[in-house]
């Protein structure tokens, strides 16, 4: 790994099957250990369940309001500066009850990758 500064760029977002928008702020061979996104849900939008296998992701929850639901935890309200910790192969989504997008930033261990991915909503 070598010292970097990667700069945000609004234009690399884009629309997932999920239903949110995502723009990936660090996702590289170069730091295998984490990836950083910035996911956007907008107004009255549930994504769709789905769990990442092998993966540990965390919310960081940063304006916006919301309700995620996470493997068998009751449905939980979560606001700006909230943590949700999904352990690998736990199901989830979120809602977005708020009137503006929910913002929130996903820190993934080890990093993203598609493979990883499972749609459990279908």
């Known amino acids: 790994m070598q010292p970097t500064i990667l700069p945000h760029d609004p234009a690399k977002a884009f629309f997932t099957d999920e239903r949110c928008h ?61 943590v949700v910790i999904i352990p690998p192969g736990c199901r989830q989504r979120i809602t977005n009850t708020g009137s503006q997008d929910l913002l929130f930033h996903a820190l993934c261990t080890p990093r993203f990758r598609p493979s990883a991915y499972e749609d459990v909503d279908r």
Do not use: C, F, K
């Not at 990936?24 to 984490?34: H, M």
């Not at 769709?48 to 939980?76: A, C, D, F, K």
């Open 22 to 82: 995502i723009t990936e702020l660090s996702n590289s061979p170069a730091d295998e250990a984490l990836s950083i996104a910035l996911a956007r849900v907008e107004p009255g939008v549930t994504t769709r369940w789905h769990r990442l296998i092998g993966t540990t992701e965390r919310y960081v929850m940063l304006s916006g309001q919301g309700v995620v639901e996470i493997g068998n935890l009751p449905p939980r309200a979560v606001a700006p500066h909230d």
